[in-house]
């Protein structure tokens, strides 16, 4: 806690301080020095908040220009990409984008519907 007393020159100072305040005012002294370290201690610590948030501050202006900066670029290259990539790469000559070949097992989408169901409240006739 004290970085600057060892226990000993705490003892020290409390032996001197009895000797010329007397045991009298000794409380009331303490009280005065415990009040005047609870404000140095609040002090140091809105010192160091405010020093905190006026770097938090300094970073959040940093990443907003980048944000910004990436925004405005990133439209403008990403409409002059789309602008000059030919249609005729990305479609098949039906004018649709079929994908890949399906693979064994996979259900291939045909033009015709299916045969329609059997349900329950049918009977079957055989």
Known sequence: MF???STSHILILLAVALVVVGPKDLPKLMHLVGKW???ARGLASEFKKSFDDMARQSELDELRKEIETLRSHQTITGLESDL?????????PGGLDIGPEPRTGEFEITDTAPPPAMTLSE???Q
Do not use: I, M, Y
């Open 123 to 125: 009977p079957s006739r």
């Open 37 to 39: 370290v609870g404000k």
């Open 84 to 92: 000059n990539a030919p249609l005729e790469t990305a479609l098949v």
């Open 3 to 5: 970085d600057l007393f």
